[in-house]
């Protein structure tokens, strides 16, 4: 049973569970991956992938903050003259990667209704089948169970910690060998049956 973990397949929205959006950590911005995650075909991964010695701030909080909290216009916002700045020089924004004023105005515009939806309705997850179009919060679980934030869902995270809500749907798009050899050890059961056990108990046991 040692090594069954890796029969169980890496897909993304297979893997759910809801957690503390304050317990998702900022460890690696996107190009600081290793390249050979990107395309690990099982959903237990080894190496150091979850091991740095950085601590991000939360990606895109003081964006939100700026807009949502301090009730700035959000042409006047730092992101904001950024994206133009990047514009004028480039022709087109980083991240987002927009071509247009335009573009950009329509992007806060965006913004803002997200953030009025998530104000007045809560989180609202979306269902498997939208996941392959417009993916969720995506969050990588390593060897000693820190939830490492990865690839898509930054904006309704932000906007999850400065709205306050106490737990997020997350998907899990990877986890380090070494957890679920913990996760194995704890509930005493097959490596996939163990997995689920411990995603499903992730929030209430960190609480």
């Known amino acids: 049973m040692l090594f069954d973990y890796l029969r169980i397949k890496r897909r993304y929205g297979l893997w759910t569970t809801e957690m503390d959006p304050t317990r998702i950590v900022y460890r690696r911005r996107k190009d600081e991956w290793p390249a050979y995650v990107k395309h690990w075909p099982f959903l237990a991964c080894p190496g150091a992938w979850d091991l740095s010695d950085n601590e991000y701030a939360p990606f895109r909080l003081r964006q939100m903050q700026e807009l949502f909290e301090e009730n700035l216009p959000y042409q006047e916002t730092a992101f904001y003259r950024r994206m133009v700045d ?16 335009t573009a950009v105005d329509a992007y806060f515009s965006r913004l803002e209704n997200l953030y009025k939806s998530m104000r007045d309705h809560g989180f609202q997850a979306r269902p498997p089948q939208q996941l392959r179009q417009e993916r969720e919060i995506t969050v990588r679980i390593g060897r000693d169970g820190t939830a490492i934030k990865s690839g898509e869902g930054t904006h309704r995270l932000a906007l999850a910690l400065l709205l306050g809500f106490e737990k997020v749907p997350v998907v899990v798009d990877l986890v380090h060998t070494q957890w679920v050899k913990a996760c194995i050890r704890r509930f005493g059961e097959a490596p996939l049956r163990s997995v689920r056990l ?9 609480e």
């Open 198 to 206: 411990e995603l499903e108990s992730y929030l209430t046991d960190r």
């Open 86 to 101: 990047e514009l004028e020089r480039n022709g087109v924004t980083h991240a987002p990667k927009l071509a247009s004023r």
